[in-house]
């Protein structure tokens, strides 16, 4: 085992798994899936661009403990987590024989990871699934939690089920080979934790910002496991997200309606969310929720991370409205707006979009 191979723990009582973090975890999946009493049978499920870089290693390390490997492969991109990709999963799992205690392990991104579980929540009414993620955004945010899910036409993430792995294994190794842009955009989502849960982690970024930028292995370890133990602690309070899990919504309510507005195609998910942290923040300092000193501190962590704060200014603030009230988590005309109260410290604010506008208006004019 890695000398800084660690390993956290969902506490969801019968539904607990761990997470095992480190580098070089990808060679030892193997004895990891036996350690947790996978049966024989194993699908990877992953892309072409994923499978080039990562599918030999992991099927040698399967089949040196003897499990029989299928792999499934999903064309690249958002629009293939749809019915269409769910239906040829289907199809290979029954031509196969997969059975109850066959598992399917998703290696790859968050596209991967939530039709993955989707699929191992519904074939045959649930088989378990393991969570390979293999970028930033999968290793500290999609993996941990057990929301799974595709996309409709009319909408992202509109079919889904909760449904957790039986394992995660994360190796920060592979981060070597992500595009510099998604790793920063999963980027954002790590100083979401920082802002809204955990003022160490955020000093840690202000201060070694420049050395995680270089893949240092050790802090990317440091980093991916306070993330991993925030998302778990957060899902472990509120499973289903019925009330304290929109926590992890902060910067999103402004992020979500910035990507829609921009068909998905402007901004990665990291970087609409970056946009909308740094927005929320500046509503939380307007309503006397967080103090000057935390928002700057905010804005400047985004900016160094080149992520951007501001909406762009031919962006039309009543359109975005608009966004936001169609966004499933609006209830009864107010959203339940996440804001930041001092670095690590957030509260709940009900507003409406309206009022939110006004806001952005005020900041962006
Ligand atoms: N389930 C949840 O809780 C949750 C949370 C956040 C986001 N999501 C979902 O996650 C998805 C976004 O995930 P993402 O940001 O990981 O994007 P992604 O899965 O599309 O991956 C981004 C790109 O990186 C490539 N890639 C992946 N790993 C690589 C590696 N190691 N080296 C080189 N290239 C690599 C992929 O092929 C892809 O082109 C969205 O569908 C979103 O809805 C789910
Ligand atoms: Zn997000």
């Known amino acids: 085992m890695s000398d800084i191979m660690r390993t956290l723990t969902v506490n969801l009582g019968d539904r607990s798994y761990p997470i095992h973090l480190g580098e070089d975890v990808l060679t030892r999946v193997g004895e990891l899936l036996r350690q947790a009493a996978c049966g024989e049978k194993v699908g990877i499920i992953t892309n072409p661009t994923v499978a080039g870089l990562y599918m030999r290693p992991v099927e040698e390390a399967l089949s040196r403990s003897r499990f029989k490997v299928t792999p499934l492969l999903v064309p690249e991109g958002e629009e293939h987590k749809s019915l269409e990709s769910l239906s040829a999963i ?9 059975e109850r205690n066959s598992s399917l392990m998703a290696l790859g991104g968050g596209v991967i990871g939530d039709l993955t579980g989707f699929a191992a929540a519904t074939f045959l009414r649930g088989i378990p699934y393991i969570q390979v993620p293999t970028t930033l955004l ?89 993330s991993c133990a925030i998302k778990a602690r957060v899902v472990e309070k509120d499973e289903r997200e019925e009330d304290y899990r ?19 195609e402007k901004f990665l998910h990291g970087e609409a969310v970056a ?15 967080c103090d000057e000193e935390s928002h700057r501190r905010i804005h400047k962590l985004i900016m160094r991370a080149g992520l951007p704060t501001k909406i762009p200014s031919n962006i039309d ?31 709940f604010h009900w ?11 005020l900041i962006d004019g």
């Open 317 to 347: 603030p009543l359109e975005l409205v608009r966004r936001m009230e169609v966004d499933k988590k609006s209830t009864g005309g107010k959203v339940k707006f996440i804001c930041c109260a001092g670095i690590g410290r957030n509260r």
């Open 275 to 289: 946009t909308g942290m740094a927005q929320a923040a500046s509503i939380s300092m307007r309503r006397g929720f």
């Open 90 to 98: 289907y199809d290979r799992l029954i031509s196969e024989r997969f």
């Open 351 to 361: 507003l409406s979009p309206q009022e939110i506008t006004a806001e952005l208006r």
């Open 138 to 226: 999968a290793q500290v945010d999609s993996s941990v939690g057990g929301k799974t899910g595709i996309n409709h036409p009319e909408g992202k993430n509109l079919i889904g089920a909760f449904y957790q792995p039986r394992l995660v294994l994360i190796d920060v190794g592979v981060l070597r080979t992500l595009p510099q842009r998604e790793f920063l955009a999963g980027l954002a989502e790590v100083i979401k934790y920082g802002i809204i849960e955990d003022p160490e982690l955020f000093g840690l970024l202000e201060e070694k910002l420049d050395r995680l930028l270089t893949l240092d292995r050790d802090l990317l370890v440091k980093v991916v496991a306070a």
């Open 246 to 264: 929109s926590v992890l919504n902060f910067g999103h309510t402004i992020g979500h309606a910035l990507e829609s507005l921009t068909g998905y």
